[in-house]
């Protein structure tokens, strides 16, 4: 099957400050990767939609100018958590696009704790 | 969109016992899958199921595209199989995937 790597896994960072997180498709390319967030006890919801070379899109109620989405490659997608807070705080998780193989390929996911 | 439901919300076995995960959608999907996401977080595919049955040693899945809903089979529970199940589906694989409220499995020695 495919491979969606995230990095990093778990990041404790201080409230203000910004947090990239990033995700590379590692056997294939990907035109479209998804981010999506969980609260705890909670279901995984989407965030936005990124698309190589162009705009993300993003999911109503996402703050587009607090989580920035860059997708500079057919490999890598990176979302930026800008001035982090508390509030901040979940579980964040990206998923590519395979194209061919049309099951859902995720990440690792990252565990972000803002303090 | 497509509505999920899953059911039960929680559930709480004894270890070697049987359970019956179920997943209800309210319109036609091309694709479904279970997942089983463990206490670090980390979201392991167990079945991609469309439609038809499959195993995989102690799990197995069922789905009944026409009549909309999903089974994941748990036999002969282990306390590693606790965690949340997700059904998750997506028309097609440009599409975002849209995850089920999830059933919460505790496995008890």
């Known amino acids: 099957g495919a491979v969606v790597s995230q990095h990093p896994s778990r990041v404790i960072c201080k409230s203000g400050t910004s947090v990239k997180i990033e995700c590379r498709s590692l056997d294939f390319q990907a035109t479209t990767m998804f981010w999506y967030r969980q609260f705890p006890k909670q279901s995984l919801m989407l965030m936005a939609t990124?698309?190589?070379?162009?705009?993300?899109?993003?999911e109503q109620g996402v703050e587009k100018d607090k989580f920035l989405i860059n997708h500079a490659s057919l490999t890598l997608s990176t979302l930026t958590v800008t001035s982090a807070h508390p509030e901040d705080s979940s579980f964040y998780i990206c998923?590519?696009?395979?194209?061919?193989?049309?099951?859902?390929?995720f990440g690792q996911g990252t565990r972000l704790t803002v303090v | 969109g497509i509505q999920v439901e899953q059911s039960p919300p929680d559930l709480i076995l004894q270890e070697g016992a049987n359970s019956t995960l179920r997943c209800n959608f309210s319109d036609s999907v091309n694709n479904l899958q279970w997942f089983h996401q463990n206490p670090w977080g980390q979201l392991i595919n167990l079945f991609y199921?469309?439609?038809g049955t499959k195993q995989n040693g102690r799990l197995s899945a069922t789905t009944v595209a026409t009549e909309r809903y999903s089974l994941l089979y748990i036999s002969s529970s282990q306390t590693t199989d606790s965690g949340v199940y997700f059904c998750?589906?997506?028309?097609?694989?440009?599409?975002?995937?849209?995850f089920g409220p999830g059933t919460s499995l505790s496995v008890i020695p």
């Open positions: 199921i469309p439609s």
């Open positions: 998923s590519a696009d395979h194209r061919v193989n049309t099951e859902a390929f």
């Open positions: 998750a589906m997506h028309k097609t694989s440009y599409d975002k995937v849209i």
């Open positions: 990124s698309n190589e070379g162009s705009k993300a899109t993003y």
